[in-house]
């Protein structure tokens, strides 16, 4: 279903509120990742704004489309988005990693409704997303399951597991969105351990890929909906993304994967983030 120009132009204005969220739950807490969950706003944007079927009102509904994050280090862009559909409110945001807190630095599914999982170590959440789908194909279920996951995290083994594991089954109820940001804790992917070609070694293991550009709303919900016409395969989205984005001056530093903004420095990146000084003009504005 194509979606009109008003339409993307809110989620692009979502987006950009859930970024200040972030920024805003990351001095609060005086730690916690940043380049990723900036960079996964629009993802994420677009997921709970459009492409789920959820009901925050009723999180564990069983109607409701799973959405699992391997990537548990960027979970400020789940909170933030989830704070934002009404999950919860926004000003819980700022009890980011805080004792006793619902939002604790990586997911905990039992603390706080509407987390499909609890994740902090890397590569286990497709594991994870492709039983989930396994077991709703068994039962006869329509709802679809989706798995967010990091680049730097394909360099686990168990991640392989899993791709094989789908793709044995042919998973079609199955879409794992991979954050290509080429960043991780240590430097850029490609020199840390090369992941390179992804697209290539899926398809190998029969899984359905495309590739976009993870900035582009309207270029991944089509992507989506592509997944969703794929009948017989799992189907992974490389999103193309700029960690930090948004924030030209730490955009693809890698030193900020897992760096907190102080609070001056989060005033500066907002008032970028309101300039748009990191902005590409899209083909709908």
Same mark, same amino acid.
């Given at each position: 279903m194509s979606r009109t120009d008003a339409?993307?132009?809110?989620l692009e204005e979502k987006a950009e509120a859930i970024r200040e969220t972030i920024l805003d739950m990351l001095v609060? &807490?005086? #730690?916690?990742?940043t380049a990723g969950p900036l960079g996964m706003a629009d993802i994420f944007t677009a997921l709970y704004f459009d492409v789920l079927i959820h009901d925050p009102k009723n999180p564990s509904w069983e109607g409701r489309d799973r959405l699992l994050l391997s990537n548990g280090h960027i979970v400020p862009v789940q909170y933030a988005t989830m704070a934002h559909a009404g999950y919860f409110p926004i000003e819980e945001c700022l009890t980011l990693r805080s004792f006793g807190s619902r939002l604790q630095g990586h997911p905990e599914r039992d603390r706080l409704p509407g987390l499909e999982t609890t994740s902090g170590p890397l590569g286990s959440g497709l594991s994870q997303a492709s039983g989930m789908a396994y077991a709703l194909r068994m039962d006869?279920?329509?709802?679809?399951?989706?798995? &967010?996951? #990091?680049?730097?995290?394909?360099?686990?083994?168990?991640?392989?597991?899993?791709?094989m594991f789908a793709g044995k089954n042919r998973l079609s109820n199955l879409t794992a969105v991979m954050d290509r940001n080429n960043i991780q804790i240590d430097g850029m992917t490609e020199d840390v351990m090369p992941l390179e070609s992804l697209a290539a070694k899926y398809e190998a293991?029969?899984?359905h890929v495309l590739e976009i550009n993870g900035h582009n709303i309207s270029e991944f919900i089509d992507a989506v909906d592509t997944a969703k016409a794929i009948y017989e395969k799992p189907t992974l989205i490389i999103a193309h993304t700029i960690p930090g984005k948004g924030v030209p001056e730490i955009e693809f530093d890698?030193?900020?994967h897992g760096k907190p903004p102080s609070k001056e420095e989060a005033k500066r990146f907002i008032q970028q983030l309101r300039s748009g000084a990191g902005r590409v003009p899209n083909e709908y504005a």
């Open positions: 339409e993307l132009r809110a609060a &807490a005086g #730690s916690g990742h006869g279920k329509k709802n679809r399951t989706y798995c &967010a996951m #990091s680049d730097g995290e394909q360099q686990e083994g168990n991640i392989w597991e899993a791709v293991f029969n899984w890698y030193r900020w």
